[in-house]
């Protein structure tokens, strides 16, 4: 699902919210997360999961095509970790449990 799919399915769910206000709700709740990430906070969304940043150190790594050696800079990434919530429902739990 792309960001565009996320927006059109909401303005299905929500008929009465104009196309352009769930963009700007839509665009807003995805910068808040970005900028948190940026100021080095952790962002959880309960029963979903839990975004952060991993540091990885500078490293010498190998050209793929040349076998070259290659000094790699340290950087930050984000990292997603699954909430038990979502993890059981990709696995089925949620439908067994109910059933």
Same mark, same amino acid.
């Given at each position: 699902?792309?960001k565009s799919d996320l927006i059109l399915r909401l303005a /299905?769910?929500?008929?009465?919210?104009?196309? !352009?206000? *769930? /963009?700007? *709700?839509?665009?807003?709740?995805?910068?808040?997360?970005?900028?948190?990430?940026?100021?080095?906070?952790?962002?959880?969304? !309960?029963?979903?999961?839990?975004?952060?940043?991993?540091? @990885?150190?500078? @490293?010498?790594? @190998?050209?793929? @095509?040349?076998? /070259?050696?290659v000094s790699v800079a340290a950087k930050s990434v984000p990292?997603?970790?699954?909430g038990k919530q979502l993890r059981d429902r990709l696995n089925?739990?949620?439908? /067994?449990?109910?059933?």
């Open positions: 699902m792309t /299905e769910l929500y008929p009465h919210l104009l196309q !352009r206000d *769930i /963009e700007r *709700i839509v665009g807003t709740i995805f910068d808040e997360v970005s900028n948190a990430l940026a100021r080095g906070n952790r962002v959880e969304l !309960r029963g979903f999961g839990a975004f952060s940043i991993k540091h @990885r150190d500078a @490293r010498t790594g @190998r050209n793929p @095509r040349t076998g /070259e050696a990292f997603f970790k699954t089925g739990l949620e439908l /067994e449990q109910k059933a």
